[in-house]
């Protein structure tokens, strides 16, 4: 099967059930967000400016928890923010399992072989050195950490166990050189690289989650998917970006840049996505074989953004995960508050201009589900696709040429770095080569959480200007 039964037989029956109580509007995903805070800087994310007021807040694990009861969404998907900063972040992944619902944790991975770490000494035993000396010869841990998990846990703290209900979903936006350009901070793809293939050693379920944009190079997609596919990883998510408030505010406001020159149209996202079916033969792609049509341009849907409704700090959001026209105090009352007629796009066109360019997955994905705009043999459609063998790993990735980044020297502070160890290159021209870089770069483009913390690659142009200096 592509995807496990025990998983795709709870979200039918789910589905199955408020069909036959005819529940107008029922969630399906729980987008939840503990914390807006972060460790990265993601161009072209909104997130944290959105909520700029309020990143040093945090919901309690108990709302977390009643949440999840609350709108009965067989998934939780938990977001930020970064959700491994939580401070109870493994209680709230484990009280999630014991209400018996699916857990993803999108993360952009820089934290995962830590909680790992967490999870190997706290199940620690005499058994767990040919785990130890296998991860230690992959140089996936030192000896440090090794001597470390020896030692033990016994803080009665629960750890992140592998688990077929638990899904590390982890942001790659590419290749090594533009992931670490999106995310504004070299070593993040590695770092990524890494704590995937430790998850999978030790038999965790991983994903990746991608987003598309203007300057996303189809073709690095594709050689992504190979690569990912070629280290067994169990499956991916790719959505679209579009130009929704927040990010555009960032895009003109931090960086300077016009968003039309990052963002996708309509027209662009179905010629980004026109293999994505392609794709969802030789990948495991998460989503629907309908929505895979909507992206590709061979059919309309409309949105479905109640069936993924977003709890964060400030209530339940709403009209969707991107756009903001008030918070909730539950669930139900914005499902009865909101008027849904205002949003989205009917038959191409669109009720709201804010909802004009998105097709993105938090809104789509549920349709093709749920038999929005149904079509007859859709459903079976979805169940062959649900229900076939999953694509077999990828020999092709390996011959990928993932690193192709700062591991080879051509990271994107490069031409910074060199000029603040050689002065005379600075005077140069080293600066503007940088700059060039900085203006033409492929895939300047963005995705997850971030703090809005350039100061690495400020710190550097700062030193490279002072080097200029000195030379006259």
Same mark, same amino acid.
């Given at each position: 099967?592509?995807?496990?039964?025990?998983?795709? !037989?709870?979200? +039918?029956?789910?589905?199955?059930?408020?069909?036959?109580?005819?529940?107008?509007?029922?969630?399906?995903?729980?987008?939840? %967000?503990? =914390?807006?805070?972060?460790?990265?800087?993601?161009?072209?994310?909104?997130?944290?400016?959105?909520?700029?007021?309020?990143?040093?807040?945090? @919901?309690?694990?108990?709302?977390?928890?009643?949440?999840?009861?609350?709108?009965?969404?067989?998934?939780?998907?938990?977001?930020?923010? %970064?959700?491994?900063?939580?401070?109870?972040?493994?209680?709230?992944?484990?009280?999630?399992?014991?209400?018996?619902?699916?857990?993803?944790?999108?993360?952009?991975?820089?934290?995962?072989?830590?909680?790992?770490?967490? &999870? =190997?000494?706290?199940?620690? $035993? +005499?058994? $767990?050195?040919?785990?130890?000396?296998?991860?230690?010869? %992959?140089?996936?841990?030192?000896?440090? #950490?090794?001597?470390?998990?020896?030692?033990?846990?016994?803080?009665?703290?629960?750890?992140?166990?592998?688990?077929?209900? @638990?899904?590390?979903?982890?942001?790659?936006?590419?290749?090594?050189?533009?992931?670490?350009?999106?995310?504004?901070?070299?070593?993040?793809?590695?770092?990524?690289?890494?704590?995937?293939?430790?998850?999978?050693?030790?038999?965790?379920?991983?994903?990746?989650?991608?987003?598309?944009?203007?300057?996303?190079?189809?073709?690095?997609? %594709?050689?992504?998917?190979?690569?990912?596919?070629?280290?067994?990883?169990?499956?991916?998510?790719?959505?679209?970006?579009?130009?929704?408030?927040?990010?555009?505010? #960032?895009?003109?406001?931090?960086?300077?840049?016009?968003?039309?020159?990052?963002?996708?149209?309509?027209?662009?996202?179905?010629?980004?996505?026109?293999?994505?079916?392609?794709?969802?033969?030789?990948?495991?792609?998460?989503?629907?074989?309908? &929505?895979?049509?909507?992206?590709?341009?061979?059919?309309?849907?409309?949105?479905?953004?109640?069936?993924?409704?977003?709890?964060?700090?400030?209530?339940?959001?709403?009209?969707?995960?991107?756009?903001?026209?008030?918070?909730?105090?539950? *669930?139900?009352? @914005?499902?009865?508050?909101? /008027?849904?007629?205002? *949003?989205?796009?009917? #038959?191409?066109?669109?009720?709201?201009?804010?909802?004009?360019?998105?097709?993105?997955?938090?809104? &789509?994905?549920?349709?093709?589900? =749920?038999?929005?705009?149904?079509?007859?043999?859709?459903?079976?459609? /979805?169940?062959?696709?649900?229900?076939?063998?999953?694509?077999?790993?990828?020999?092709?990735?390996?011959?990928?040429?993932?690193?192709?980044?700062?591991?080879?020297?051509?990271?994107?502070?490069?031409?910074?770095?060199?000029?603040?160890?050689?002065?005379?290159?600075?005077?140069?021209?080293?600066? $503007?080569?940088?700059?060039?870089?900085?203006?033409?770069?492929? !895939?300047?483009?963005?995705?997850?959480?971030?703090?809005?913390?350039?100061?690495?690659? #400020?710190?550097?142009?700062?030193?490279?200007?002072?080097?200029?200096?000195?030379?006259?």
């Amino acid at each position: 099967m592509r995807f496990p039964l025990a998983l795709t !037989a709870k979200i +039918a029956r789910h589905i199955i059930k408020h069909k036959v109580a005819r529940t107008p509007k029922f969630a399906l995903v729980l987008q939840l %967000e503990p =914390l807006h805070t972060c460790n990265l800087t993601c161009t072209g994310c909104g997130r944290i400016r959105e909520y700029s007021t309020s990143l040093k807040d945090m @919901m309690s694990l108990e709302d977390c928890l009643q949440s999840a009861v609350e709108c009965e969404a067989p998934m939780v998907s938990i977001c930020g923010g %970064e959700p491994l900063i939580y401070p109870k972040i493994e209680e709230l992944i484990a009280g999630i399992l014991e209400q018996g619902r699916i857990v993803y944790v999108c993360t952009n991975g820089m934290f995962m072989r830590k909680k790992m770490r967490d &999870y =190997l000494a706290a199940t620690y $035993s +005499a058994g $767990s050195e040919a785990t130890l000396q296998k991860l230690l010869a %992959e140089k996936l841990i030192t000896e440090k #950490d090794a001597e470390t998990i020896r030692k033990g846990k016994n803080d009665g703290r629960p750890v992140i166990r592998p688990t077929k209900w @638990m899904y590390w979903n982890v942001h790659v936006d590419g290749l090594e050189y533009t992931h670490d350009l999106i995310v504004e901070r070299e070593g993040v793809f590695k770092e990524c690289v890494e704590a995937i293939r430790m998850a999978k050693a030790l038999g965790y379920q991983v994903a990746t989650n991608t987003t598309v944009y203007k300057e996303t190079d189809v073709q690095e997609l %594709e050689n992504m998917f190979e690569f990912f596919s070629s280290m067994e990883v169990d499956g991916h998510t790719i959505s679209p970006g579009y130009d929704y408030d927040s990010a555009k505010k #960032d895009m003109v406001k931090r960086l300077g840049r016009q968003p039309e020159d990052f963002f996708l149209t309509r027209a662009m996202t179905r010629a980004k996505f026109a293999k994505i079916q392609e794709w969802g033969e030789r990948f495991t792609i998460f989503g629907t074989p309908v &929505y895979q049509e909507f992206l590709a341009g061979k059919r309309e849907l409309t949105c479905t953004a109640w069936a993924i409704p977003t709890r964060n700090v400030k209530g339940w959001k709403a009209p969707c995960y991107l756009m903001t026209d008030g918070h909730y105090g539950g *669930y139900q009352e @914005m499902l009865q508050k909101v /008027n849904w007629e205002k *949003y989205g796009v009917v #038959d191409g066109v669109a009720r709201d201009p804010r909802c004009e360019n998105c097709m993105v997955h938090c809104g &789509y994905d549920p349709s093709g589900a =749920l038999g929005t705009n149904y079509k007859r043999g859709d459903n079976w459609k /979805n169940f062959r696709y649900n229900f076939a063998a999953k694509p077999k790993p990828d020999p092709r990735g390996k011959l990928v040429k993932a690193f192709n980044g700062v591991s080879i020297g051509k990271g994107h502070l490069a031409e910074a770095k060199a000029a603040i160890n050689s002065p005379r290159a600075a005077a140069n021209g080293a600066q $503007s080569v940088f700059f060039r870089r900085e203006e033409s770069a492929p !895939a300047v483009s963005g995705g997850g959480c971030s703090t809005g913390d350039s100061s690495e690659r #400020d710190n550097l142009l700062a030193k490279i200007q002072q080097a200029k200096d000195s030379q006259h």
